[in-house]
C-alpha cells in the first residue's frame, strides 16, 4: 500500500490565535482531508485544533503530537495522539513526521518547528499577510544555507494545492538522485573502479 501523504499544519496556539487564523486552519484543514493526507498538529489548541477540526468535519486522519506525556491534553479533534513528554524537543519529531508543511501565523514556537523544518529541508508554505513570526521570512530563506525557500501564498486552497505540488517535486528530486546513485555505481563495478580501490586499500 502507498504511504499517504503527511501535512504538519502549525501556528499560534490559543494565546494568540485569532478568529481569521481559526478560519484558515480550518479550511486547510480540511482541504487536506479531502486531498486524502494525513493531517498533523502539535495536538495542542488555536491554528492546531482548528485545522484538526477541518480535516475531522471531512472525514480525514488527524494526528496530534503533543509535547506533554498524558494524551487527554490533546485537542478533542486527533483521531491519534502521540503523547512525547519531550517538552519543546517535540518540534523536531513534527517536522521530522511531515512531507510537508504549511504555516499559518505563529509566534516563537512555530518559528521553531520551522527552523527543525528548516534544517532537513523539508517543502514549506506559509499564509501571506496575517502576522506572526513568520511573516518577513515568506518567500525567502531563514540564513545564507538557503536550505529551502518558504513559498507564500494567499488562500488556503492554495497552501494545500502548492504544498501538494511541492511535496511530489521533493519526492521525485529524491528518487532521481537514488536512480543517479544506482546507475554510477553500476558504471563503477562495470569498470572495474571497485575492484581497484578495494585492492589499493587491501595494500
Do not use: W
Request: glycine share 10%; proline share 2%; charged share 25%.
Amino acid at each position: 500500500m502507498t504511504k499517504k501523504r503527511q501535512i504538519l499544519v502549525i501556528g499560534n496556539n490559543t494565546n494568540g490565535c485569532t478568529p481569521k487564523h481559526e478560519k484558515i486552519a480550518y479550511e486547510v484543514g480540511e482541504k487536506i482531508a479531502t486531498s486524502n493526507s494525513v493531517l498533523i498538529t502539535g495536538g495542542l489548541g488555536g491554528v492546531m485544533e482548528a485545522a484538526s477540526h477541518g480535516a475531522h468535519d471531512a472525514h480525514g486522519l488527524t494526528v496530534g503530537i503533543i509535547p506533554q506525556d498524558d494524551a487527554t491534553l490533546a485537542n478533542q479533534f486527533c483521531d491519534i495522539v502521540i503523547p512525547t513528554g519531550m517538552g519543546l524537543a517535540r518540534d523536531f519529531l513534527n517536522a521530522l513526521s511531515a512531507d510537508g508543511i504549511i504555516i499559518v501565523g505563529g509566534g516563537s514556537g512555530t518559528l521553531s518547528e520551522v527552523c527543525a523544518a528548516y534544517m532537513y529541508k523539508k517543502p514549506m508554505v506559509a499564509i501571506r499577510n496575517i502576522g506572526g513570526s513568520i511573516e518577513q521570512y515568506i518567500d525567502g530563506f531563514l540564513d545564507h544555507r538557503k536550505n529551502i525557500k518558504i513559498i507564500g501564498v494567499d488562500t488556503p486552497e492554495d497552501a494545500v494545492a502548492k504544498i501538494l505540488e511541492l511535496i511530489s517535486k521533493y519526492h521525485n528530486k529524491d528518487a532521481e538522485s537514488t536512480d543517479a546513485e544506482i546507475i554510477d555505481d553500476f558504471n563503477k563495478i562495470k569498470s572495474g573502479e571497485v575492484l581497484r580501490m578495494a585492492q589499493k586499500s587491501s595494500d
